[in-house]
C-alpha cells in the first residue's frame, strides 16, 4: 500500500496535547494544503484565527463570558470549564466559513468546503509529526463568541481545532466495514 493512502487510513484524532505546536513556518505549510480543499466556483470560503500563548487565556474569558450569557446560571465548575478549555493544546485554529451570495454556490456548499479545509488542517498537522482534534460544542455556535473573534455576520465558526503534540499513544483505531457503508447502484 503507498504511504499516502496508509496515512489516510490511520489518521485519528488526539484530545491530550501539548507543547511543541507546529511552528508558523510549519502552519503556513499547513495552511497551504489546507486551502487545496474543493471549492465551487473557487470562493474561498475559509479564513482561520490563529490563538496561542496567553491569547488562549483571553480566548478562555471569551467563552466563559458567552456561557454566563446563554446560562446566567452556570455554576463555578461550568464556568471554569469554559474558561480552561483552550488550555488544552498549545495552539487552537479556529476555522470559519465566509458565505457570500453565489447563484450557484449555495451556503451549504460554501458550508462543506471550509470543513474539508479544517480536515486538511488536521492532515497536514499530522503529516508534520503534530495532532488535533477538531472540537465545537454551544460556544461554537453562540454569536457572542463570534463576535468576541471578529466574525461578520455572514461568517460561522466550523470548527476549533486543537492542535499540538500528542499526548500519550493513539487510539485503537476501529475497523469499519466497507459494505456497512457502500451500495452500487
Ligand atoms: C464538526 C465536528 C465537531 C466535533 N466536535 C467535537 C467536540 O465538541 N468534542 C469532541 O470531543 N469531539 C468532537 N468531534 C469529534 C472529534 O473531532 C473526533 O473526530 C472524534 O473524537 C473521533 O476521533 P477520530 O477523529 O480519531 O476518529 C467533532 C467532529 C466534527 C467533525
Redo the contacts with the bound molecule.
Sequence with gaps: MSDILHFLQQ?????KLTDPAPSPQQMEEIFQAAMRAPDHAWLRPWRFITIAGTRREAFGELLEAALVKRNPGADAAAREKARNAPLRAPLLVVTVVTLTEHPKVPPIEQRLSA?CAAHGVLLAAQALGFAG?????DA?FDREVMTGLGLGENEEI???LYLGSRLGNP?P?PTLNCADFVSHW
Design positions: 489518521r485519528n484524532s488526539s484530545p470543513g482534534v477538531w472540537r465545537t460544542g461554537a466550523v470548527g476549533l487510539k483505531l
